[in-house]
């Protein structure tokens, strides 16, 4: 069995977007006398997407919300976050060339708890949308992460556009949390963690832990294929 497709998380792999989505909720929910520190929101609600974090907020701190509550609070949180991503570069180092590297063997896509406006945005503004041939987001309207919604349509997506079908054991999900690790693996897919976000211990459900997506290369990653067939 070789190698199919790569699937990228976007947020703490492709964009060190991380912080400005915090700043973009603590705003929002500031306007309404909530606070969110930086610990407990990297520590609880990280992997949610936006609907999911203020509907987890609204049950751990007994706060009764509407669905027109959350999304006014959705739309919001969304203006500022295109604001901030269009303020200059947030890629991390090494993207362009890791994306270019395996763009030029096999195709690729994204599964993200972000919206895809977002990512479109990042990406075309980087020079990469070309090289991603399916995206599946929140705004997709799945389970976010750790389910395994957004790998699955992902990758029904990208099927769409490939003459044979392939299997989830013959492609690769990088993530940088271990809620997008658990919805890999729940996708049947081998997982490569990049600690940008969080440190390699709390990274263990990976079959391969980088500190940077410059240490990827097509060998480690077939690898990893090779060692799936090896255990069939």
């Known amino acids: 069995m070789s190698l199919r497709a790569v699937f990228f998380d976007f947020d703490g792999v492709i964009a060190d977007s991380e912080p400005l989505h915090l700043r973009a909720y603590q705003s929002v929910l500031q306007a309404d006398g909530i ?3 930086k610990a407990e929101y990297y520590a ?3 992997g949610y997407d936006d609907v999911g974090l203020f509907e987890a907020l609204a049950k751990d701190r007994k706060i009764l919300l509407t669905h027109e509550k959350i999304d006014q609070w959705v739309a919001m949180k969304s203006a500022i976050v295109e604001d901030l991503l269009t303020s200059g570069s947030i890629l991390f180092p090494g993207v362009v060339e890791c994306v270019k590297m395996f763009a030029g063997t096999v195709p690729l896509a994204v599964a993200s708890g972000a919206l ?14 070309q090289y ?11 389970r976010g992460k750790p389910a395994p919604d957004l790998y699955l349509l992902a990758m029904a997506k990208l099927q769409d556009r490939m003459p044979e079908p392939f299997s989830a054991a013959a492609c690769v ?19 490569v963690a990049v600690t940008h976000t969080y440190p390699a211990a709390e990274l263990e459900k990976a079959d391969l832990v980088v500190e940077a997506l410059g240490e990827l290369t097509l060998s480690k990653i077939e690898a990893l294929i090779r060692d799936n067939e090896t255990a069939r």
């Open 35 to 37: 606070d969110l520190g």
């Open 44 to 46: 609880r609600y990280l």
């Open 116 to 129: 895809e406006p977002e990512i479109e945005l990042v990406l075309e503004h980087a020079g990469l949308r």
């Open 132 to 142: 991603f041939l399916a995206i599946a987001s929140a705004s997709d309207g799945v």
């Open 173 to 191: 999900a990088i993530e940088d949390s271990h809620w997008g690790l658990e919805a890999a693996r729940r996708a049947g897919m081998k997982c």
